[in-house]
């Protein structure tokens, strides 16, 4: 039996490692699935609002079904690729026609240039290569993103002998050789060598920094080929181990390079911040102000012109976020850090769009190949020591090819209270719930009206519906059932338009979701999906509502549980109505038409204040 056991284990490990042998670690293409049908990107007025992360898995593209075989991968990245580029950063071209490339070996490694050629214009990389100082090669490389060219071997801000003890060759990427890095700074960029080849583009405008810079770190790896084949001074270049690193602004270039080009094995993204792994949703959710979201990132690095329309609440409707971004990448390795000491880089949302990446990578069975590192006690950019050996073994893994390395349950965040009662699964636990309702919505609104909030919803048509129950949430994942409002289709079912109107008080500080519950006739219940409203702000401490009524009832919320008294007097000054011990709420019914006044005592001071009301 014992034997048999053995055996089994021996045939299934055989297996899954035929699995994985199917799902490459890089391709020699900048992108595979070019060919893939393109999806529909339409205008943000078309689009509905996603209030958790959007499901990575399902199509755009009419027609295609949500799938979880790595066989569909390719084309749902490249739908994921145009939307980013639609929303985010503007279109990354392809390969101009014209690239040449020369190698010039000197001291240390030598000098690559490379020279791209489109619409009449010249565009130079010069990059200084650091080679190995033993051996022949071809060594794995990494690209080291840099400000301006420098003399030593570039690796961003990972410590240089993490590559040069591994005899890892690197190279620069010099970004302003493209567009120049104005350190927040909207300036216009007409006048930089990328936007002189691409005229239609505009910056600030309908492209960002980040669609240029990636097209550089592609147009850079070309010339890698191009020189790792010239007949004489070959650059002694593994194609198929590249690696790309950088810090902060840079660390969203590395992202963004790896997620647009398919010849990177492992990407590096270190401190990224807002704009490169962490969620745009999330970062909305945090106070105002203190991490960088779509209300004041930097908006030469991304597409003003596309993306400014979706701040605010507005992020709701954006139809992707940045664990597609770091997805994009898969199945090639990533890994990416934090530094809790800065919250501008909003580690929170970094930690739960990491939880949700791997939790894309593990659909796929490559977990390994995604591992992030969120911590604090240094400084922006300055790698700890507790940091090396995990950046140290996807380097092995993933630029050497040792195999035996375990990188799979790299995944650290700070151990603490506000890190540990982050509900990171909320914001992924729905993907493939595959909800179909018996009834065709063609629209579901919910929309604050002063302490109350109004929903509304037209069905087309509905089959074997005995009703709806409104659900309220505080947290988008405990339902609290609200009134039932009964079906208006004779016998539940209608093939025509039936319109649906429920106001709830609502006079909470915080977000509320609501969504609607159907009932079959048999009791069966499915639900739509939810929609956010945000809470009340009270400009004073009482809120009056409606003003003017046009139903006789009047509504009166207070910011404080303190008792009060209330009197309400007609225009002639006789009181009409007195209430006594009143604390949060009030509802002033019977109102004949005509002009009051509400006067509100406290019993804590005795202070007064009048409020004047119309009723029609």
């Given at each position: 039996m014992k034997s048999k056991f053995i055996l089994v284990t021996v045939i299934l490990n055989f297996f899954y490692l035929g699995l994985l042998a199917q799902?490459?670690?890089?391709?020699?293409?900048?992108?595979?699935?070019?060919?893939?049908?393109?999806?529909?990107?339409?205008?943000?007025?078309?689009?509905?609002?996603?209030?958790?992360?959007?499901?990575?898995?399902?199509?755009?593209?009419?027609?295609k079904a949500r799938s979880t075989q790595f066989k569909d991968w390719e084309c749902r990245r490249n739908e994921i690729r145009s939307q980013i580029e639609n929303y985010e950063i503007g279109p990354k071209p392809p390969r101009p026609d014209s690239i040449t490339a020369l190698y010039v070996p000197g001291q240390n490694g030598g000098m690559l240039t490379v020279v791209v050629r489109k619409n009449g214009k010249v565009l130079n990389l010069t990059s200084h290569v650091s080679l190995p100082a033993t051996g022949t090669g071809p060594f794995p490389v990494v690209i080291?993103?840099?400000?301006?060219?420098?003399?030593?071997?570039?690796?961003?801000?990972?410590?240089?002998?993490?590559?040069?003890?591994?005899?890892?060759?690197?190279?620069?990427?010099?970004?302003?050789?493209?567009?120049?890095?104005?350190?927040?700074?909207?300036?216009?960029?007409?006048?930089?060598?990328?936007?002189?080849?691409?005229?239609?583009?505009?910056?600030?405008?309908?492209?960002?920094?980040?669609?240029?810079?990636?097209?550089?770190?592609?147009?850079l790896i070309d010339g890698l080929e191009i020189a790792s084949k010239a007949t004489a001074n070959p650059l002694?270049?593994?194609?198929?181990?590249?690696?790309?690193?950088?810090?902060?602004?840079a660390g969203k270039m590395a992202l963004y390079s790896g997620a647009f080009d398919e010849r990177i094995?492992?990407?590096?993204?270190?401190?990224?911040?807002?704009?490169?792994?962490?969620?745009w949703r999330y970062n909305y959710t945090l106070p105002s102000g203190t991490v960088e979201d779509?209300?004041?990132t930097d908006y030469s690095w991304f597409a003003k012109d596309r993306l400014q329309q979706f701040k605010n609440d507005s992020v709701y409707y954006l139809p992707e976020d940045h664990h597609e971004l770091m997805a994009m990448i898969l199945p090639r390795a990533l890994f990416e850090t934090g530094n809790t000491d800065y919250t501008w880089l909003g580690n929170r949302s970094n930690y739960v769009d990491a939880m949700a990446t791997k939790q894309i990578y593990n659909t796929f069975g490559i977990g390994e190949r995604f591992g992030f590192y969120i911590d604090g006690g240094h400084g922006h950019c300055t790698m700890p020591l507790n940091q090396i050996p995990a950046v140290s073994a996807y380097v092995d893994k993933y630029l050497l090819g040792k195999?035996?390395?375990?990188?799979?349950?790299?995944?650290i965040r700070p151990q603490t209270t506000e890190f540990d009662t982050i509900n990171y699964k909320k914001?992924?636990?729905?993907?493939?719930?595959?909800?179909?309702?018996?009834?065709?919505?063609?629209?579901?609104n919910a929309e604050r009206k002063g302490a109350g909030v109004l929903i509304t919803w037209l069905t087309v048509a509905e089959q074997n519906n005995k009703g709806f129950i409104i659900q309220s949430s505080s947290d988008g994942i405990n339902w609290i059932n609200g009134d039932f409002i009964p079906s208006k289709a004779v016998n539940g079912n209608s093939t025509?338009?039936?319109?649906?109107?429920?106001?709830?008080?609502?006079?909470?500080?915080?977000?509320?979701?609501y969504r609607i519950m159907q009932l079959d006739i048999d009791n069966k219940q499915k639900f739509s999906d939810a929609r956010q409203i945000k809470g009340i702000v009270f400009t004073n401490k009482v809120m009056i509502y409606p003003n003017p009524s046009s139903t006789g009832e009047i509504k009166i919320i207070f910011a404080d549980a303190g008792v009060k008294q209330i009197i309400v007097f007609d225009a002639a000054g006789r009181k009409v109505q007195q209430f006594n011990k009143v604390q949060n709420f009030l509802s002033v019914t019977q109102l004949k038409t005509g002009t009051y006044l509400i006067q509100i005592s406290s019993d804590a001071d005795g202070s007064k204040t009048t409020h004047k009301i119309l009723v029609n």
């Open positions: 799902i490459p670690l890089v391709y020699g293409f900048e992108n595979t699935g070019s060919n893939c049908t393109p999806p529909p990107l339409p205008a943000k007025s078309q689009l509905s609002p996603i209030f958790l992360l959007p499901d990575p898995f399902v199509f755009n593209t009419p027609g080291g993103i840099a400000l301006a060219n420098g003399a030593g071997p570039a690796s961003g801000s990972v410590p240089t002998n993490v590559f040069t003890d591994r005899n890892i060759a690197t190279i620069e990427f010099v970004h302003d050789q493209v567009t120049q890095y104005a350190a927040g700074a909207q300036v216009p960029h007409t006048a930089d060598p990328y936007y002189q080849m691409y005229p239609n583009y505009t910056c600030p405008g309908n492209t960002g920094q980040y669609s240029a810079w990636v097209w550089g770190v592609s147009r002694p270049i593994d194609l198929t181990h590249i690696g790309i690193t950088g810090c902060s602004y094995a492992l990407t590096i993204a270190q401190e990224n911040g807002g704009g490169g792994a962490p969620s779509l209300d004041n195999t035996n390395v375990i990188t799979d349950t790299i995944m914001w992924y636990s729905q993907w493939g719930a595959n909800i179909v309702l018996p009834i065709q919505i063609k629209t579901f025509t338009d039936l319109n649906y109107e429920y106001t709830t008080v609502n006079n909470l500080n915080t977000v509320s979701f």
